[in-house]
């Protein structure tokens, strides 16, 4: 545990530790059952607020930003709750004469809300990641022609003379994969494994080009072929 996770629990013990000596120093004749319930409810409006100092609710690591996703129904929930249970706690302390098992059940009904309250924010930061998932797989076929192309350039990059139509095309077919949209379904899945496979021939091809000039004619055609075909195809 670093210094700042040690700061920030002392802090949380020291604010508990203030709502506590509270209560009990301004309880003024309040039966002892009713001061731990209201005791027991700040600690628990405390920590929701508190615990999004000590463990950030939005985690910039986390490429999915499923937390983001869900962070207003998390915020929602929480003032929502916090909003009724103080309201209540003054009302039936100052206003009305609420018996305690009266409170008791009413804190615990909104408690309940509560956790399902947050409930419902896992369940949609749980959303978020599924979707960001089904779309990283959706990409996976795109991303790796890109790293073919890559793989290609680097290998262009050692050698010289090659002809300025081959540069020129491979340029174009690199600057065209960014019109590609995401798509899952076994044809486009195909037309992706066609298209790495084909640029890594030409990869080893080039290596003697007049030697294999007219083959890596062909699989430029080919891939041109294959990119018009697959950039066709949408998500789904």
Same mark, same amino acid.
Not at 34 to 41: A, G, Q, S, Y
Not at 67 to 87: C, D, E, K, N
Not at 139 to 148: F, H, L, Q, T, W
Not at 157 to 164: A, C, R, T
């Given at each position: 545990?670093?210094?700042?996770?040690?700061? $920030?629990?002392? $802090?949380?013990?020291?604010? !508990?530790?203030?709502?506590? #000596?509270?209560?009990?120093?301004?309880? %003024?004749?309040?039966?002892?059952?009713?001061?731990?319930? *209201?005791?027991?409810?700040?600690?628990?409006?405390?920590?929701?607020?508190?615990?999004?100092?000590?463990?950030?609710?939005?985690?910039?690591?986390?490429?999915?930003?499923?937390?983001?996703?869900?962070?207003?129904?998390?915020?929602?929930? &929480?003032?929502?709750?916090?909003?009724?249970?103080?309201?209540?706690?003054?009302?039936?302390? #100052?206003?009305? /004469?609420? &018996?305690?098992? &009266?409170?008791?059940?009413?804190?615990?009904? $909104?408690?309940?809300?509560?956790?399902?309250?947050?409930?419902?924010?896992?369940?949609?930061? %749980?959303?978020?990641?599924?979707?960001? !998932?089904? !779309?990283?797989?959706?990409?996976?076929?795109?991303? !790796?022609?890109?790293?073919?192309?890559? /793989? @290609?350039? %680097?290998?262009?990059? =050692?050698?010289?003379?090659?002809? %300025?139509?081959?540069?020129?095309?491979?340029?174009? $077919? +690199? #600057? *065209? @994969?960014?019109?590609?949209?995401?798509?899952?379904?076994?044809?486009?899945? #195909?037309? =992706?494994?066609?298209?790495? +496979?084909?640029?890594?021939?030409?990869?080893?091809?080039?290596?003697?080009?007049?030697?294999? =000039? /007219?083959?890596?004619?062909?699989?430029?055609?080919?891939? +041109?072929?294959?990119?018009?075909?697959?950039?066709?195809?949408?998500? *789904?």
């Amino acid at each position: 545990m670093n210094v700042r996770k040690i700061i $920030l629990w002392l $802090l949380l013990l020291f604010g !508990e530790a203030v709502i506590i #000596t509270a209560f009990i120093l301004f309880k %003024d004749g309040t039966p002892n059952n009713i001061l731990i319930l *209201n005791i027991v409810v700040s600690s628990i409006i405390y920590g929701a607020f508190f615990i999004d100092i000590l463990v950030p609710w939005v985690n910039f690591n986390d490429e999915s930003h499923r937390r983001v996703g869900s962070l207003g129904v998390r915020w929602f929930v &929480t003032l929502f709750y916090a909003s009724i249970a103080i309201v209540l706690m003054v009302a039936a302390n #100052t206003c009305y /004469e609420v &018996t305690f098992s &009266t409170q008791l059940i009413i804190h615990c009904g $909104l408690l309940f809300l509560f956790m399902l309250g947050l409930w419902a924010a896992v369940h949609s930061s %749980d959303k978020v990641r599924s979707v960001y !998932e089904q !779309e990283k797989a959706h990409r996976s076929g795109i991303i !790796e022609m890109k790293n073919a192309m890559r /793989e @290609l350039k %680097d290998k262009m990059n =050692e050698l010289n003379d090659l002809p %300025d139509y081959f540069i020129q095309q491979i340029n174009t $077919l +690199e #600057t *065209n @994969l960014r019109f590609i949209s995401p798509a899952n379904n076994h044809e486009a899945h #195909t037309l =992706e494994s066609s298209f790495v +496979e084909i640029v890594s021939d030409i990869k080893f091809a080039i290596s003697d080009f007049s030697m294999n =000039e /007219e083959q890596i004619v062909n699989h430029l055609k080919k891939l +041109e072929r294959i990119y018009q075909n697959r950039r066709n195809i949408y998500s *789904n």
